[in-house]
Nanobody, 123 residues
Framework: VRLVESGEGLVQPGGSLRLSCAASGIPFSSSAMGWARQRPGKGLEWVSGLFGDGRTYYDESVKGRFTISRDNAKNTLFLQMTDLKHEDTGVYHC??????????????????RGQGTQVSVSS
């Protein structure tokens, strides 16, 4: 599995940014994929997820501001981020989960992830 993120940027609070993840080595269109972030001084946490059947997951802190989507023809996963806040600053990783039917997405362990891309929100 190879996951390569892009879209790094520095934006002001209230700004927008779109992250992309080019994936290879997996059956992309049917794979569950998501975005996890590591904020300064904190552990890795899921931000958003997208099941192969189209169902989505969003952490409460980003609901209504972030949108996850995919382009199956290009094997690319996206994360559109709007109304960015200081607390969104961190390294964002494209990742695949270990799916477990009795758990919610937030509790899925990460199976594989990319190197990450830096998102900085500062005035």
């Amino acid at each position: 599995v190879r996951l390569v993120e892009s879209g790094e940027g520095l934006v002001q609070p209230g700004g927008s940014l779109r992250l992309s993840c080019a994936a290879s080595g997996i059956p992309f269109s049917s794979s569950a994929m998501g975005w996890a972030r590591q904020r300064p001084g904190k552990g890795l946490e899921w931000v958003s997820g997208l099941f192969g059947d189209g169902r989505t997951y969003y952490d409460e802190s980003v609901k209504g501001r972030f949108t996850i989507s995919r382009d199956n023809a290009k094997n690319t996963l996206f994360l559109q981020m709007t109304d960015l806040k200081h607390e969104d600053t961190g390294v964002y990783h494209c990742a695949t989960p270990f799916l477990e039917s009795d758990l919610i997405w937030a509790l899925f362990l990460i199976r594989s992830r990319g190197q990450g891309t830096q998102v900085s929100v500062s005035s």
